[in-house]
């Protein structure tokens, strides 16, 4: 074999000896530190978990006035993500100590939302299985409501160290209990899903309006639906929010009836129609209530006291006169404007509309679409006279 540049041959054992390969210890000592790198992110993989869930742990027993748990959390590195599975957060009584079931779900995800990704914006989603979330008698003054949901929200921004762009909700519930009442109330919506798009404006919307929320769950039989466009970010409150429930049977609110005014129903379907929207610090909106078929004393009410008849029999009398002959309904609607600071909701043309459903005409069933952003701070009919708003025609 010739050695280039000469024209000496050269055997085998003698190139060899030239180009000696390197010792084997020396090949493992070069690849040691990486197997280190790969062993220690392996490890780091199994033990994580663990030292994430005791700190969630930790942080949901030490919230003020609460105290929660989570059974596990993994890790999903691959899509950004990690799952809490388990968790629960209860109210603490400042005195008793007991504790009242608050917020609970089997599964929530958190992640990174690829899709605002790709538009150039580092986001996360959240993805929450069967919640649950009770409010309680006592609890739900407009401060209480407001401590908790701040409570859960400071939670949620600890959980998420991203801004979330996406949430959805599958198959929630949510209750209001009072478990002091005779009987004991315990009013609820199930089957809740919720699906929020584009909270943060992630996906370069040019709209007034970028977010969307949809909202269903199924109460007593009846049907709830929401929509509502916003603009999380707007610096003033930005909305424009459509509401309906129909079909909701009355017979089934009967222990909140007996509760809280004395009587039961026999029959009745109840539905609830709304609009409402923002602008600038302006609100309008609506508030339709209608009940069809209502019947208060039935044949089961025979072995009442002689008192509970007569406030059964007030309350059927007063829903048979203020009840549309034709449609067999009773309804009003409240309708309602002003500016954030001061609202200015006035419950007299409440029972003036109410006067007017029973007497003259019914109330359509539905959501009217007559409230957005465009219309708010229009002259309400709230100034017309009492006999103008009853005797007004039909458009």
């Not at 968790?87 to 779900?105: K, M, N, Q």
């Not at 407001?146 to 929630?172: A, F």
């Not at 049977?249 to 009587?263: G, H, I, P, Q, S």
Request: proline share 5%; net charge negative; with cysteine.
């Amino acid at each position: 074999m010739l050695i280039p540049g000469s024209s000496r041959p050269v055997d085998c054992q003698e190139q060899c000896m030239a180009f000696p390969e390197p010792p084997t210890g020396s090949r493992r000592k070069r690849f040691r530190p990486l197997l280190h790198i790969v062993l220690g992110l392996l490890v780091l993989r199994i033990v994580l978990p663990y030292v994430l869930l005791h700190l969630l742990n930790d942080r949901l027993a030490k919230v003020p006035g609460y105290y929660g748990h989570a059974v596990d959390l993994d890790l999903a590195l691959i899509r950004g993500a990690y799952r809490i599975e388990g968790l629960f957060l209860d109210h603490v009584d400042s005195v008793s100590h007991e504790r009242t079931s608050f917020v609970s779900a089997e599964v929530i995800d958190l992640s990174v939302e690829w899709k605002a990704l790709f538009h150039g914006s580092v986001v996360g989603e959240l993805v929450i299985d069967r919640p649950s979330l009770s409010f309680t008698k006592d609890k739900v003054e407009p401060a209480e409501v407001q401590k908790d949901t701040t409570s859960l929200g400071d939670l949620l921004d600890d959980l998420m160290p991203l801004r979330i762009n996406r949430v959805e909700v599958k198959g929630g519930e949510l209750h209001y209990r009072d478990l002091t009442s005779k009987p004991k109330v315990d009013v609820q919506m199930d089957d809740l899903n919720i699906l929020a798009l584009n909270l943060r404006n992630s996906y370069d919307s040019t709209d007034v309006l970028p977010a969307r929320v949809r909202a269903t769950a199924n109460v007593y039989g009846g049907r709830f639906d929401l929509g509502m466009r916003l603009d999380p970010l707007a610096r003033d409150p930005a909305f424009d929010l459509d509401m309906g429930l129909e079909g909701m049977r009355l017979t089934e609110f009967n222990d909140f009836f007996k509760a809280y005014a004395d009587v039961d129903v026999n029959e009745g379907v109840f539905g609830l129609y709304s609009e409402i929207a923002t602008e600038d610090l302006r609100f309008a909106g609506y508030v339709k209530p209608v009940i069809m078929d209502l019947d208060v004393l039935g044949p089961e009410d025979k072995g009442d006291t002689f008192f509970r008849k007569l406030w059964e029999g007030l309350a059927g009398t007063a829903g048979a006169v203020l009840t549309n002959p034709k449609h067999d309904q009773v309804a009003t609607k409240l309708e309602f404007s002003g500016e954030l600071d001061k609202p200015d909701t006035h419950l007299f043309y409440a029972i003036v509309d109410l006067v007017r459903n029973a007497f003259i005409r019914a109330i359509q069933p539905s959501i009217d679409q007559e409230i957005s952003i465009v219309n708010v701070g229009e002259k309400s009919e709230e100034e017309k006279s009492f006999f103008k708003r009853l005797f007004r025609k039909e458009e």
